[in-house]
């Protein structure tokens, strides 16, 4: 066979997915778990998968967590388990899982033109409790739109693969490809993709397959209510949304770079297997001596560099050796003194910050964890 055969070869693989960049979603694969990957109540936060929101709001409850069960037999999932059933949804009610994807790293998507993508987004799924859900896009940035779709859990407890195709102009409408389409070319959150659980009634009346201006259309009046039952389980991994019209292979990175991308977001000092205030000094950051009144202990460290530079300012939580937040440790001459002293931050940016105590008296230094969040 020729070169330029070859060559020809793998230009054809490439285009059938093999280039990298292709996936919008940070984390699909779901490796990074920086805040816990122990089973956690979902709370309307990040509590586990990193770049995943664990939405909530009813009379039940569910954990989430890293599980190993995996449709390929190897890697992770982000597991969802009923821990307090919800057998009657009230209109307010709803649980579901969702992702923010920046709005500048959208720009090729060229929403609000008439040149607007088709979008792929696919998925492995698996539940116990089989039946019709929802995935919906939602456009925050200007006027709001929104897409739902539905799709059936067809086997229990069986991997399934899901590939939902979105048209800017899905369901005939053409609010995608004019102006008020538009995603803004800032740091804010561009896309959501969102993955439905339990909705109440507040939020269906979505028809299935098109966009709406109705930003309360999250999903469609046939979607199982999965918080019926402390049994209900739901797997989710390898998620992936693309530019066109067919999915290609999941794209798999590696753990470093997944980790980088997720740090633009959220960083903790802690190694990757401890949980953010835990009581250690493993990994802990050090200032490098006093600096003022060594009379009164005012310790100003060398600035903290961050990994990655933050999507904007994060909010800082400081935590002391102990684990107790809003404190650090002051130690002397490498000997740790005390720990529960006041600590103020000063200079902060996206790449970094000070650390300043003003208590305790004279020492070589403080020392503390930190997290740093700044999510969409």
Known sequence: MSRARDFADLAGSADAGGLTGKNMVVNGAMQVFQRATAATAAAGGYETADRFIMG?????????????????????????????????LSAAHYAYIYHKIEAQNLQHLAYGTSSAKTLTLSFFVKSNKTGTYTVNLYKPDGTGYIFVQEYTI???????????????TAGSTSFITASAGAIANDNGSGLEVGFGLAWGSNYTGGTSGSWSSNTNHYATTNQVNWLDSTSNNFYLTQIQLEVGEKATPFEHRSFGDELRRCQ???EKSYGQSTNPGTGTAAGIMQSGGAQGNTTTGEYAGDKVQYAVVKRATPTLTIYDGDGTSAKCTRVN???TAAAGQDIATGNSTDSGFNGISYSGGAASGIQF???????L
Do not use: N
Request: overall charge negative; cysteine-free; glycine content about 6%.
């Open 264 to 266: 633009r977001y959220y």
């Open 333 to 335: 001459f490498g000997v």
């Open 369 to 375: 964890h930190f997290e740093a969040d700044a999510e």
């Open 154 to 168: 067809d086997s229990a407890d069986t991997w399934e693969k899901k590939t939902i195709t979105v048209s800017p």
């Open 56 to 88: 909530e709001v009813s009379g039940g409850a569910y954990t989430t967590e890293r599980s190993t069960d995996h449709p390929t037999s190897s890697g992770y999932s982000l597991k969802a388990q009923v821990t307090t059933a919800d057998t009657s």
